[in-house]
Nanobody
């Protein structure tokens, strides 16, 4: 089992930026891939970005390409999601996830709310 601790959510105006952090604790092989998902009210959960922490390969949803950047700090077992040019459509609960393969779905964080106002 991997424990994931998220931070960095909040409220921002459209066009602004936020950075989410996710620290992983537990068996490293269970967090070979780490990613971010989001779920807006009334919508299904969707994958936003994911990264293989041992190789750096990244994956993005089309809706965030060019605006969001996922990165890692292996020394801290932490993954970041830099979100720029935010729009109200990005408003959602954001969840960190980890697993052996991308897109990960083995372990989940508690979620952090991101709210973008127009």
């Amino acid at each position: 089992q991997v424990q994931l601790v998220e931070s960095g959510g909040g409220s921002v105006q459209a066009g602004g930026s936020l950075r989410l952090s996710c620290a992983a604790y537990g068996y490293a092989y269970l967090s070979n891939c780490m990613g971010w998902f989001r779920q807006a009210r009334g919508k299904e959960r969707e994958g936003v970005a994911a990264i293989y922490v041992d190789g750096g390969s990244t994956y993005y949803a089309d809706s965030v390409k060019g605006r969001f950047t996922i990165s890692q700090d292996n020394a801290k077992n932490t993954v970041y999601l830099q979100m720029d040019s935010l729009t109200p459509e990005d408003t959602a609960m954001y969840y960190c996830a980890a697993g052996p393969l991308c897109w990960p779905d083995n372990s989940w964080g508690q979620g952090t709310q991101v709210t973008v106002s127009s």
